[in-house]
């Protein structure tokens, strides 16, 4: 199971947590809403906040790749540069 889909599903247990929490709470029916809005814009939050880091880490990854295959291809041209200049 990747890494990912454990993630979401520990952030949709918690909020699930969370609605059902503040659902049986003893407040008043504006209040319990306003708590509402609230997580979820805390969780939309922590979401956005992953997600960036998320694409950060697979900005660098691709980065990464991108410099290699670059390196393999400038290897490859003065191998057969190289390889023509023999001949």
């Known amino acids: 199971m990747s890494s990912g889909k454990v993630l979401l599903g520990v952030l949709a247990g918690v909020a699930a947590g969370a609605l059902i929490g503040i659902l049986f709470a ?5 209040e319990t809403r306003k708590k ?9 939050d ?7 880091g998320l694409v950060d880490d697979l900005t660098k ?7 290699k ?3 393999m ?11 023509a200049s023999t001949n």
Do not use: H, L, R, S
């Open 26 to 30: 003893p407040d008043k029916g504006t």
């Open 73 to 83: 291809a400038g290897d490859a041209k003065a191998a057969e540069e190289a390889k």
């Open 61 to 67: 990854k691709m980065d990464g790749v991108q410099a």
């Open 36 to 44: 509402i809005v609230k997580k979820g814009e805390d969780y939309v």
């Open 69 to 71: 295959a670059n390196k």
């Open 46 to 52: 922590e979401i956005k906040e992953k997600f960036n």
